[in-house]
């Protein structure tokens, strides 16, 4: 397992853009919509992590609901694993909770998988399968 990002809930990507490129001294990837989680998502690389910023493409999404209450910041961090599946399933089998019982899509073309933050101390933590 290695850790793979931190992502960020903001309102706009284009409006956060910019202070983080600034700050981090690195420009990010293209905005890119995953349809599936209502999401439009834009990645910095920072050595050999990265921050994902989240901005709600749907007023439903948990990324909108998430900034109704919360405001913008931290949402989740990520760690790579060989099988997003099999990560769910020794989580599940410990008898903590989860989001996904099985991969879904994500973006960058990847599977990953939620574990409800419940299982790790109040903190939402994805799993996403390396390549």
Request: glycine share 10%; proline share 6%.
């Amino acid at each position: 397992m290695e850790f793979d990002h931190v992502g960020i809930a903001v309102r706009s990507i284009v409006a956060s853009l910019p202070k983080w490129e600034l700050a981090l001294g690195v420009r990010a990837s293209a905005p890119e919509e995953v349809a599936a989680q209502h999401v439009r998502v834009a990645f910095l690389e920072v050595g050999p992590t990265h921050l994902e910023l989240l901005e709600p493409t749907d007023p439903s999404s948990t990324i909108s609901r998430f900034l109704e209450t919360r405001g913008e910041g931290m949402h989740h961090i990520a760690f790579g694993v060989p099988s997003v599946s099999q990560q769910l399933a020794e989580i599940a089998q410990r008898g903590d909770r989860l989001i996904d019982r099985v991969g879904r899509p994500g973006a960058r073309g990847r599977t990953v998988g939620f574990a409800h933050p419940s299982a790790f101390g109040g903190v939402l933590v994805e799993f996403v399968e390396r390549r």
